[in-house]
């Protein structure tokens, strides 16, 4: 029995220490989030320009919507961006399309990267071609950002849709 009662003890031992070194960790790691809570705020900031920007359209001002989204972007984003023509079918069903942001939250974050992931809700109104009547389509989208300070400047440099639902279809 005492064999026994000894593995206990140290199995309880092995436990305790342990648990205080995840806590330990925990607070160390909340710690080291706390001092970067403005560098992050930066981040979120930029993801969410970006976020609503690239959901944000109107027909009328077609070319404002590409200078938005160079001006929030590098990399790969910017060279698509740079690259890219509005769809002429979007001109001709007046397409507008709104988004806000519901949240943003960093996932990872150092002094020249960072990971977000932002929700948002977007409104799409376009006049169907064959009726002519005005098509409301409300959506919630999940979308995921990898940032690069950038002279200074946080720019989105991945971004990926991972998935859009809709909210409410008024079917206008």
């Keep these: 029995m005492t064999g026994g009662r000894g593995v206990m003890l140290i199995l309880g ?6 648990l205080a070194i995840a806590m330990v960790s925990g607070w160390q790691g909340a710690n080291r989030l706390q001092g970067q809570g403005e560098g992050m705020g ?4 930029a993801a969410r320009l970006f976020v609503e920007a690239y959901g944000t359209f109107d027909f009328r001002e077609p ?6 989204l160079l ?6 984003v910017h060279a698509a961006v740079a690259a890219s023509q509005v769809d002429p079918t979007a001109l001709g069903q007046q397409q507008t399309m709104t988004t806000g942001t519901v949240s943003v939250q960093v996932t990872a974050y150092s002094d020249t990267e960072a990971t ?4 948002t809700e977007q409104t799409r ?3 169907d ?5 005005l098509r409301e389509q409300r959506l919630r989208q999940h979308v995921t950002c990898r940032l690069v300070r950038v002279e200074g400047r946080w720019l989105v440099a991945e971004f990926r849709l991972r998935s859009e639902e809709p909210l409410e279809n008024t079917g206008r």
């Design 116 to 119: 977000v992931a932002a929700t």
């Design 42 to 45: 930066e981040v979120e900031e």
């Design 125 to 127: 109104r376009a006049v």
């Design 63 to 68: 070319t404002a919507y590409r200078d938005r």
């Design 13 to 18: 031992g092995l436990a305790a220490t342990l």
């Design 129 to 133: 071609a064959t009726t002519g009547q």
């Design 71 to 76: 001006a929030l972007s590098t990399g790969d």
